[in-house]
């Protein structure tokens, strides 16, 4: 799902499932790429990072796929469970000066049904 | 490991008043983040601290805003005088270094009225 305006994308899969989130990112000079899940009431927490000179990186039920030719992002939940039920956010660092620096996407809501 | 924490969680005052907000990064944490979302808005960034020094005040929206970390431990984000438009929630995160995952606290959910 890509952001739009003001109106978080949106995703809903059944218990099981596997789920693909996307991101479409703004620097090509971005180097280091994050995800991010956030429950309601909470910060953003860590799931999984990539930097630019990978284009795949696996970790527990979740992999990201960094697609730097079209400036993509993907994350993809095996086994999309109840409790993946969040906001999932995209971050970018651009590196130079600002190193540091995190620019977020909008988000995309994951509804996972039991 | 304690995570970053932020206090107060919650708080509401009127326009034109003043309020400090508080963050204790990871212990061990150079790097220190503040961010903010606002109402219908993405997380932007606001600054980043390497120890007691600022980094990167790109973020800082005006001088209402002033940040400080004395010693290098917490840090706190002072508003004065606080505006309706500051109103919306206030992460601080802090990492090893530049380019390691940054964890975030809770944030503190400000309301001006």
Redo the contacts between chains.
């Keep these: 799902g890509e952001?739009v305006g003001?109106h978080l994308p949106t995703l809903s899969v059944q218990e099981g499932d596997n789920s693909i989130i996307n991101c479409a990112y703004s620097n090509s000079a971005s180097d280091?790429f994050?995800w991010?899940k956030q429950e309601s009431?909470?910060?953003?927490?860590?799931i999984i990072?990539i930097?630019s000179n990978m284009d795949k990186r696996q970790g527990q039920r979740v992999t990201v796929l960094l697609n730097k030719t079209v400036k993509h992002l993907s994350l993809q939940i095996a086994a999309t469970q109840p409790g993946d039920s969040a906001v999932y956010?995209c971050a970018e660092?651009s590196g130079g000066?600002?190193?540091?620096?995190?620019?977020?996407?909008?988000?995309t809501i994951l509804t996972v049904h039991p | 490991e304690a995570g970053v924490t932020q206090f107060p969680s919650h708080s509401v005052i009127e326009k034109g008043q003043t309020v400090t907000l508080r963050c204790d990064p990871i212990s061990g944490h150079d790097n220190l983040y503040w961010y903010r979302r606002v109402m219908g808005k993405e997380i932007k960034f606001l600054l980043h601290f390497v120890k007691e020094s600022k980094q990167d005040e790109s973020g800082m929206p005006n001088n209402r805003f002033l940040a400080e970390r004395t010693g290098g431990t917490y840090s706190t984000l002072k508003v004065q005088p606080a505006e309706l438009e500051d109103s919306g929630v206030y992460f601080c995160a802090s990492s090893q270094q530049p380019n390691q995952p940054q964890h975030f606290g809770d944030g503190t959910r400000l309301s001006i009225l």
Excluded: A, E, V, W
């Design positions: 952001s003001l280091y994050i991010y009431g909470k910060g953003p927490q860590f990072d930097r956010f660092n000066t600002s190193y540091g620096k995190l620019t977020f996407g909008q988000g």
